[in-house]
Each structure stands twice: as structure tokens, then as C-alpha cells.
């Protein structure tokens, strides 16, 4: 299996920290980006003490230049980047008459143009190498609508739309860039802390309590479409608890 040098926003903790390790595990080498330093070493130390490769960078994924400084980190250490995933997100739902405007722009600033900043960020230096993988965390929101859910279901629809759209002009362009959309379900992560009104947060935490999935099973899934030949790629990913219906 070849090493890769695999770049992770969001890293500090569920599905990107859970896909760090597995990756690292893997022999590849671990490029880690999210906003609290103090985890991002924590992992990254304990990749280092399993025998694997890390190196991080502080990045908020609303702010361009942060999100370049993790592109370049990643370049000063390894030379290349071989997966960018597109991992950080914010849930904090809310019924459209609350008027959570706040919580509105910061789901927009980090869903959506978090993911277009690492696109960015990176796209050009695939471009230059003539290969590269994208991984862009949606959700099962992303095909689902529900009470609550307008605006972060907006949000992961459009990481499909962009994802879509990234996927035809790079095959279009011959760049050998593949696109992968991971879109979970229920999973056992720090995502319903977001949720600033406390009835909903209530309600889903009930449900993520009674459902959710280890991370480490999105982190397998992920693998699979990395580890896949360069001549196919995985387009899609949808993977939920067993016992999850909607």
C-alpha cells in the first residue's frame, strides 16, 4: 500500500480524529488541522507513540489564510498532499422561527465555505501532482429534511452540490482528483453541543444516545474509498446506525 500524506480539518475529536488514527495505523502520514491546539498535539502524540507520522497546524476553517497555513504545513513536512478531507461542522439546529440568525452564518461559514477554503486551499497543488482525493464530511441531513434541521440540511446539501461539481470538472479536467461524500447518521461525536436551543439539543441527544454509532465506523468507511485503486473512486458514502430509520 503507498503512503499517503492525508490532510484532516476538524481532527481534534470524532470522525476526524477517529479517521486520523485508523489512517496513520495504516502507514500513511497524518496532516492535522482543527482549532484547539491542546488536542490536535494530544492525537498527534499518540499517533507518534503507535510508530505512526503526524504533524499539525491550529486552522480555523472560516479563515482562508488559516486554512492555507494547513495546506502549507503539509507541504513544508511531506512535499504533497494526497487526501484532503473536508471534515470540520457545526450542528446547532433550530425551527426557522426562532430567527437563530447567529447560528445561521456560523453553519454557513463553517459547513459550507470551511469545505470551499480546503478546496482552495489544496486544488492547485493536485492539480500540479496529476492526483488527489477528496473527502467531504455531509450528512444524512444532506438528503433529509426535518423540523429544526433547515438550514443545517442546506448546508450538507450544498457539500453534495459542491462535491458534485468538483467531481465532473476534475474528471472532465483529467486531473486524477477523486471526490468522496461521506454522509453519516447518528454517530457517537461532539456535534450535538453545538446545538444552542435546549429543547432540540435535548431531544438529540435522546436520539444520539439511543442510536449513535462509534466514529470509527465512519473512519472504516473512509479508508475503504482512500484505499480504493487510483482508476476508480467512490463518489458517495451514506453510513447509519443499523437501527436508524430516518
Known amino acids: 500500500m503507498t503512503k499517503k500524506v492525508i490532510v484532516i480539518t476538524g481532527a481534534s475529536s470524532g470522525i476526524g480524529e477517529a479517521t486520523a488514527k485508523l489512517l496513520a495505523s495504516q502507514g500513511n502520514q497524518l496532516v492535522l488541522g482543527a482549532r484547539r491546539e491542546d488536542r490536535l498535539k494530544e492525537i498527534s502524540d499518540n499517533i507518534k507513540t503507535a510508530g505512526g507520522e503526524a504533524v499539525y497546524s491550529v486552522t480555523d476553517v472560516t479563515n482562508l489564510d488559516s486554512v492555507k497555513e494547513l495546506a502549507k504545513t503539509a507541504m513544508d513536512a511531506y512535499g504533497r498532499i494526497d487526501v484532503w478531507m473536508n471534515n470540520a461542522g457545526l450542528m446547532p439546529q433550530s425551527v426557522l422561527s426562532d430567527g437563530k440568525v447567529e447560528d445561521w452564518n456560523r453553519m454557513i461559514d463553517v459547513n459550507l465555505k470551511g469545505v470551499l477554503y480546503g478546496i482552495n486551499a489544496s486544488l492547485g497543488i493536485m492539480r500540479e501532482q496529476q492526483s488527489g482525493h477528496y473527502i467531504n464530511t455531509s450528512s444524512i441531513a444532506g438528503h433529509i429534511v426535518g423540523p429544526g434541521s433547515s438550514v443545517y440540511s442546506a448546508t450538507k446539501h450544498g457539500v453534495l452540490a459542491i462535491s458534485e461539481g468538483l467531481r465532473q470538472e476534475e474528471a472532465q479536467a483529467g486531473s486524477n482528483v477523486r471526490v468522496t461524500t ?26 444520539y444516545n439511543e442510536y449513535a454509532i462509534s466514529p470509527e465506523r465512519v473512519a472504516e468507511s473512509i479508508a475503504f474509498a482512500v484505499n480504493l485503486p487510483a482508476d476508480a473512486s467512490i463518489n458517495e458514502i451514506i453510513v447509519r446506525p443499523s437501527k436508524q430509520v430516518m
Not at 182 to 207: C, H, M, W
Open 182 to 207: 461521506i454522509s453519516p447518521g447518528a454517530i457517537a461525536t461532539e456535534l450535538t453541543n453545538s446545538i444552542t436551543d435546549e429543547a432540540v439539543r435535548k431531544g438529540t441527544e435522546q436520539f
